[in-house]
């Protein structure tokens, strides 16, 4: 099992910048990647960003530029440093985790929203 839980929503004008966290316990040995996936009202949910344990990086292209995603091993915290927010990056952002492909785990999610 892993526990995840995210901090670092907020209010930002855009043009401003958030850093997320997410905080890794349990099992963190089975992790093969993580991810920032973002739920905005009324629309998919999407991954905006994603890191693989061996260090490979995505980006949606909504994002590229603007985010930057990074993973800590030694203090087992995920994060997403965000900037050049835009209002249509407003929505849930959620931490995920993969287990080796044979399980996933979720966060429960921190709110972002960027009024204009």
């Known amino acids: 099992q892993v526990h995840l839980v995210e901090s670092g929503g907020g209010l930002v004008q855009a043009g401003g910048s958030l850093r997320l966290s997410c905080v890794v316990s349990?099992?963190?040995?089975?992790?093969?990647?993580m991810g920032w996936h973002r739920q905005a009202p009324g629309k998919v949910r999407e991954l905006a960003a994603g890191?693989?344990?061996?260090?490979?990086?995505y980006y949606a292209d909504s994002v590229k530029g603007r985010f930057t995603i990074s993973r800590d091993h030694a203090k087992n915290t995920m994060s997403l440093q965000m900037s050049s927010l835009r209002p249509e990056d407003t929505g849930v952002y959620l931490c995920?985790?993969?287990?080796?492909?044979?399980?996933?785990?979720w966060g429960e999610g921190t709110q972002v929203t960027v009024s204009s």
């Open positions: 890191i693989l344990t061996s260090g490979g990086t």
């Open positions: 995920h985790a993969d287990c080796m492909g044979s399980s996933e785990f």
């Open positions: 349990g099992d963190t040995t089975c992790i093969s990647g």
